[in-house]
T-cell receptor, first 117, second 118 residues
Framework: NAGVTQTPKFRVLKTGQSMTLLCAQD?????MYWYRQDPGMGLRLIHY???????AKGEVPDGYNVSRLKKQNFLLGLESAAPSQTSVYFC????????????????FGEGSRLTVL | AQKVTQAQTEISVVEKEDVTLDCVYE???????LFWYKQPPSGELVFLIR??????QNEISGRYSWNFQKSTSSFNFTITASQVVDSAVYFC???????????????FGTGTRLTIIP
């Protein structure tokens, strides 16, 4: 049972390069999220999606774009990487309850460590 | 604005000792949820518990227990008879609504790194 899978796990970029992080979940969850984790700052929400074809900005969206063309995939793009984007990125998904609500339980991927030189 | 404070950055205890991780939160919402997540050395975050703001009963699950006190806006986590496998970073989190769908996002604290010394 794969759960939430992130690729790649590690990546080193030069300033100005672009890349895409892929998140795939096989649990048929409606909600998906991208967080970044930095030392001493906990996890901060970058973008999120409440369903296929929808995306919205979170707490720290600048410099990132996302797409959710398929329910199971949530892509995070960096168009022009900057050293400030060096971080560990976590994707998470969450199910909608039978009553249409939200359980609050997030299922996380293993993280993707990105270094921008 | 929502805020979660975990004042203890790092804690080290000897195996079999009890340890309490503190969490203090700020919110203007009357309905909210509080969470604890565990991040072991492997890096993946694992859900431990969710507590509704209307339910102040303490909860116990094996060696883990949680103390929710609305009067002090605290949601503390205690591990009894700690084990080496408990070594991890623990995050407290608070929910807040972010869309008309009623979806909520989690505001995380900065985490407490717990080290259990054999």
């Amino acid at each position: 049972n794969a759960g939430v899978t992130q690729t790649p796990k590690f990546r080193v970029l030069k300033t100005g390069q672009s890349m895409t992080l892929l998140c795939a979940q096989d649990m048929n969850h409606e909600y998906m999220y991208w967080y970044r984790q930095d030392p001493g700052m906990g996890l901060r929400l970058i973008h999120y999606s409440v369903g296929e074809g929808t995306t919205a900005k979170g707490e720290v969206p600048d410099g990132y774009n996302v797409s959710r063309l398929k329910k199971q995939n949530f892509l995070l793009g960096l168009e022009s990487a900057a050293p400030s984007q060096t971080s560990v990125y976590f994707c998470a998904s969450s199910p909608r309850t039978s009553g249409g609500g939200w359980t609050g339980e997030l299922f996380f991927g293993e993280g993707s460590r990105l270094t921008v030189l | 604005a929502q805020k979660v404070t975990q004042a203890q950055t790092e804690i080290s205890v000897v195996e079999k000792e009890d340890v309490t991780l503190d969490c203090v939160y700020e919110t203007r919402d009357t309905t909210y949820y509080l969470f604890w997540y565990k991040q072991p050395p492997s890096g993946e975050l694992v859900f431990l518990i969710r507590r509704n703001s209307f339910d102040e009963q303490n909860e116990i699950s094996g060696r883990y227990s949680w103390n929710f006190q609305k009067s002090t806006s605290s949601f503390n986590f205690t591990i009894t008879a700690s084990q080496v496998v408990d070594s991890a970073v623990y995050f407290c989190a608070l929910s807040e609504p972010i869309s008309n769908f009623g979806n909520e996002k989690l505001t995380f604290g900065t985490g407490t790194r717990l080290t259990i010394i054999p």
